[in-house]
Structures are given as C-alpha cells and as structure tokens.
C-alpha cells in the first residue's frame, strides 16, 4: 500500500523553514499492526520578495567642482528572500544619465562618471 503527500496551501520560506510531519499507519488486521513514520520537508526559498530601498526618496547635491568618479551617495536596499534570490545588483535606469552617472552594482554606492554641464528639468 501506498500513500500521496499533497499540499493544502503553498509553503513560504520566510514564515517556516522546516516542517516535521509524523504520519500514521494502521490496519484491520488482527492482531492490529501500527507504524509511524517521521517526515523532515526543509522549504527552499524562492525569489517571491521585491527588493525594498531604506528609503523611498533619495536627495542630494552635487558640487559642480567635484571631480569625475567622486562618489556622492549611498543607496542601500534589502531582500526577504535569502541566499541567491537576496542577492540585489544596482544599476541606472534612466538612459539620459548613463553617461553622467554611474553605481557600482553590488554596492549601491552613485558616482560622477564625467565633468560637464547638465540641465535637468522639472525637478
């Protein structure tokens, strides 16, 4: 005889990592025969969290003077998830900036790639 294990619910690693189940078996024969077996089910984690920034607005000044590859803020966002899946890589999105800023992509930490005169309107 055989039995099937099935989920009621999906699983989510950052609420319980590991599960022990103990199952049940007994028949209708006599004598009566019982068995239990133990079931250890550790949840591998998916990459189901959106990465969240420290904060929701970042403000700074940047000197005109200051030279190409200054770095001038820091920018720090976390992950639910764990190993892999909270590994976060920073980039710009904005292609008009591409060539005036630059981030180092697994810091977070925003540079001056060149020295020239920018106008950015409505900000």
């Known amino acids: 005889m055989q039995g099937i ?22 028949d209708r024969g006599v004598p009566r025969l019982a068995s239990n077996l133990t079931v250890n ?6 990459n189901d969290n959106p990465p969240v920034f420290e904060r929701e607005e ?4 940047v000197l005109e003077s200051l030279p190409a590859n200054s770095q001038f ?3 720090t966002a976390h992950d639910k998830d764990t190993g892999n899946n909270a590994r976060l890589t920073y980039t710009i999105r904005e292609k008009e900036f591409e060539n005036v800023f630059g981030v180092f992509p697994n810091s977070g930490s925003l ?12 900000v």
């Open 41 to 46: 089910l550790e949840v591998q984690d998916v």
């Open 5 to 26: 294990l099935m989920l009621a619910q999906e699983l989510d690693y950052e609420n319980i990592q590991k599960y022990t189940l103990v199952i049940g078996a007994k």
């Open 58 to 61: 970042y403000a700074v000044s």
């Open 111 to 122: 540079y001056l790639k060149e020295v020239s005169v920018w106008v950015c309107e409505g």
């Open 73 to 75: 803020l820091q920018v």
